[in-house]
């Protein structure tokens, strides 16, 4: 069954979601393979979580087209799912800590997996709870689960964009036709700047940081 675009499911019925905090498709673990300049990984995916079936496009797009991550810090992956993005950042910035975040459990134990398989120990899988309230964060790199709802998404981000460090930007890659503009106006009514950094196969990266008074 097809889910309306950037709708949330209707009350009453039951389907399952990527999203879930415990997925209720059997496990079936599968290899995904990522491969970026100066970087390829063996990650194992799994039903019921996100991108299962190969790295998602507009993962890869963020990961190409973001700016490197800050070498040292805390960096939040936003929505880990398996961890593509997690691993990648915590790779080419090995002094940093890389939270994964994520609701989904299964998502998070196999970015724990993969982390260990990595050889990455500057990495932690947790639920959002799971984070110290005090840490913030020198980058934030998502790709968001737009599929919750928009006032979900919305929470969302206004749960985590708050606590970049001064100066410090979120990147988030956001399919066009999932209500990307939408998303970048909304969160300028929010008092961020948002950057439409690239423009790429119907995804978009957005540089998000609060605006500051000039
Ligand atoms: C579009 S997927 C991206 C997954 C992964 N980063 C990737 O690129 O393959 C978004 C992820 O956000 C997670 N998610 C949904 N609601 C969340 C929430 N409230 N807090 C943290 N993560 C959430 C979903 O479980 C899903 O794994």
């Known amino acids: 069954m097809s889910i309306p675009k950037n709708q949330p499911p209707k009350a009453g019925r039951r389907t399952s979601h990527y999203f879930d905090p415990t997925p209720a498709a059997a496990s079936k673990p599968r290899s995904v393979f990522l491969h970026l300049p100066g970087l390829d990984l063996e990650l194992q995916a799994d039903r019921g979580v996100f991108g299962s079936r190969g790295i998602d496009i507009g993962t890869l797009s963020l990961l190409r087209e973001a700016p490197a991550p800050p070498s040292a810090g805390d960096i939040l992956d936003l929505g880990s799912g398996y961890g593509p993005i997690a691993l990648a950042l915590a790779k080419q910035a090995p002094e940093a800590r890389v939270w994964a975040v994520d609701v989904n459990e299964r998502a998070l134990e196999l970015t724990r997996v993969n982390a260990r398989t990595a050889g990455t ?3 932690t899988a947790c639920l959002p709870d799971e984070v110290p309230a005090g840490t913030r964060f020198a980058a934030i790199y998502s790709n968001p689960p737009v599929r919750v709802g ?14 970049l460090e001064p ?11 999932l209500g990307s503009d939408s998303l970048a106006a909304w969160l300028a009514t929010q008092g961020y700047e948002v950057k439409r950094i690239k423009s790429k196969k119907g995804y978009r990266i957005l540089e998000v940081s609060p605006r500051t008074a000039s």
């Open 150 to 163: 928009k006032a979900p998404l919305h929470e969302l981000l206004l749960r985590w964009l708050p606590r």
């Open 121 to 123: 120990a500057n990495v």
């Open 167 to 177: 100066g410090a930007c979120a990147y988030l890659v956001v399919q066009r036709n």
